[in-house]
C-alpha cells in the first residue's frame, strides 16, 4: 500500500476535509482558518503551494508540517 501525503498541487480544501488535523498547521503558518467564510471558497480553488505562497510561507516547511502531523493518524 502506497504511502499518502499531501503535495504542493492538493487542494486547501481537500487536504482539511480527509485531514482535520492539519487545520492546526496551517493555522500555526499564519493562513486564516480555511474552514470559515470566503475564505473556504477560496481554499476549495487554491492549492497548498498557492496557500504557501499568499501567506509567504516556506513550502517544503509547510508540506513537511502537515505530513508529520497526518503521520501521527496511524
Given at each position: 500500500m502506497q504511502e499518502q501525503r499531501i503535495t504542493a498541487k492538493m487542494k486547501?480544501?481537500?487536504v482539511v476535509k480527509t485531514y482535520p488535523e492539519t487545520v492546526e498547521v496551517f493555522l500555526k503558518k499564519g493562513c486564516p482558518d480555511m474552514r470559515?467564510?470566503?475564505v473556504k471558497l477560496m481554499a476549495r480553488i487554491m492549492s497548498v503551494k498557492?496557500?504557501?505562497?499568499?501567506?509567504?510561507?516556506?513550502?517544503?516547511?509547510?508540506?513537511?508540517?502537515?505530513?508529520?502531523t497526518i503521520k501521527l493518524r496511524r
Open positions: 486547501v480544501a481537500e470559515k467564510g470566503v498557492g496557500a504557501a505562497r499568499m501567506h509567504r510561507i516556506p513550502l517544503d516547511g509547510l508540506l513537511r508540517d502537515l505530513n508529520a
